[in-house]
């Protein structure tokens, strides 16, 4: 497989590790519950009736091999995470920190194309200022009066709008090389089924491979 398969796999190995903890945390799957009337003890002629509460989940009486289906999924994942390792090892680039590099270069980039769509404007709003003044008895008072309210850009433009195009070159230059290398770099690793495969199908080729 290729590394974007191996991607893919891992996705996958992570989402059936989920599920089977949701299956271990659940109490009402790892525990049995019997309920059992003394009827006996009050009434000799009765005898006692025990109840068995139905589990929740369709797991709950193949806990153990749950269990270790779980232990299984972390294995194949420890062993998938070293092979592509390996091959990203034998790349020519470090795809971990040029991914890290990428990341903050689209974020200054998104920050830098907000300033450069950024204008200058100006409104007036009506009786939104106040001051003070006498009045003919010799009284201070307060009056409105509008407010000429400007806003303008405290960068160069050109220079913001320069780096821009150099970040977004780079990231697209970047995002190209690493996609191309997630689908030529080999992972040498099996799947142990099918990446299409839900929780019960992989449960049970897990099974079928242990017997």
Do not use: W
């Amino acid at each position: 497989m290729n590394l974007k398969e191996a991607f893919r796999c891992q996705n996958k190995l992570q989402s059936l590790m989920y599920d089977a903890e949701e299956i271990l945390r659940n109490r009402a799957n790892i525990t049995k519950v019997t309920s059992t009337n003394l009827r006996h003890k009050v009434m000799p002629e009765m005898t006692d009736e025990t109840v068995v509460e139905i589990p929740e989940s369709e797991y709950s009486g193949r806990i153990t091999d749950v269990a270790l289906f779980l232990v299984f999924l972390l294995e194949a994942k420890t062993a998938l995470a070293a092979a592509i390792r390996k091959s990203k090892d034998q790349l020519d680039i470090d795809m971990d920190s040029e991914t890290g590099l990428n990341s903050a270069r689209q974020r200054i980039a998104g920050i830098f194309r907000t300033m450069n769509s950024l204008r200058a404007s100006e409104q007036t709003i009506a009786n939104g200022g106040t001051g003070y003044r006498f009045n003919a008895d010799g009284n201070q008072v307060t009056y409105r009066c509008d407010v000429r309210r400007v806003t303008s850009i405290n960068f160069d433009r050109n220079v913001i709008r320069a780096e821009l195009g150099k970040l977004d070159r780079a990231a697209d230059e970047t995002s190209a090389k690493l996609d191309l290398c997630t689908v030529t770099a080999a992972v040498d690793y099996a799947p142990p089924f099918d990446v299409n495969a839900d929780f019960a199908d992989a449960f049970e080729t897990y099974l079928k491979s242990r017997s």
